[in-house]
């Protein structure tokens, strides 16, 4: 097991990696499959939901998102459906000690490939469908903080409990 060094966007230089667009996978070699295990065990080390590969410094189209269940292996994913709307308080992990407020869709279908290269289908409500956005957003350079209506400190957060 490995926990990778997830990239902090004050560290990461103006058009940096975490603002490229990350390459599609064309083929799910060993390389990739480690990058999987290694995405993983950095989540459930940063206590996160989801981590895009550029995170960790591999602009490849590769996501992990943790439904409550299991951490979804997710390759080459795009949305494909979504429904409904939700407003609520977002993070990253790449953005420590800050959250803000984003509208996303309440709920999210996903097409992807698994680690065996079979094409799948998967969706997510509320928490989970937030998380396939923010991902498959990283893959496009995007950061939530782009489109939160305001971003806060985290001790201004808690002040507000
Ligand atoms: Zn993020």
Same mark, same amino acid.
């Given at each position: 097991?490995?926990?990778?060094?997830?990239?902090? &966007?004050?560290?990461?230089?103006?058009?940096?990696?975490?603002?490229?667009?990350?390459?599609?996978?064309?083929?799910?070699?060993?390389?990739? =499959?480690?990058?999987?295990?290694?995405?993983?065990?950095?989540?459930?080390?940063?206590?996160?939901?989801?981590?895009?590969?550029?995170? &960790?410094?591999? =602009?490849?189209?590769? &996501?992990?998102? !943790?439904?409550?269940?299991?951490?979804?292996?997710?390759?080459?994913? #795009?949305?494909?459906?979504?429904?409904?709307?939700?407003?609520? /308080? #977002?993070?990253?992990?790449? &953005?420590?000690?800050?959250?803000?407020?984003?509208?996303?869709?309440?709920?999210?279908?996903?097409?992807? =490939? !698994?680690?065996?290269?079979?094409?799948?289908?998967?969706?997510?409500? #509320?928490?989970?469908?937030?998380? /396939?956005?923010?991902?498959? !957003?990283?893959?496009?350079?995007?950061?939530?903080?782009? =489109?939160?209506?305001?971003?806060?400190?985290?001790?201004?957060? #808690?002040? !507000?409990?």
């Amino acid at each position: 097991m490995a926990i990778l060094n997830i990239i902090n &966007v004050n560290d990461d230089k103006e058009n940096g990696t975490l603002r490229k667009k990350s390459r599609p996978v064309e083929q799910i070699n060993a390389r990739i =499959l480690q990058l999987l295990d290694d995405m993983k065990d950095t989540l459930r080390a940063a206590n996160g939901i989801g981590l895009a590969a550029p995170q &960790v410094g591999v =602009l490849r189209r590769v &996501v992990v998102v !943790d439904n409550g269940e299991k951490i979804l292996e997710l390759i080459n994913p #795009e949305i494909v459906k979504t429904e409904g709307e939700q407003t609520g /308080f #977002e993070a990253c992990l790449s &953005v420590p000690g800050k959250y803000g407020t984003v509208k996303r869709p309440m709920r999210v279908t996903v097409k992807a =490939l !698994d680690r065996n290269g079979n094409e799948f289908t998967v969706t997510g409500e #509320e928490l989970t469908a937030r998380a /396939f956005c923010h991902e498959i !957003d990283h893959l496009n350079g995007v950061l939530y903080t782009d =489109l939160a209506s305001e971003v806060l400190d985290q001790s201004e957060v #808690e002040e !507000d409990k």
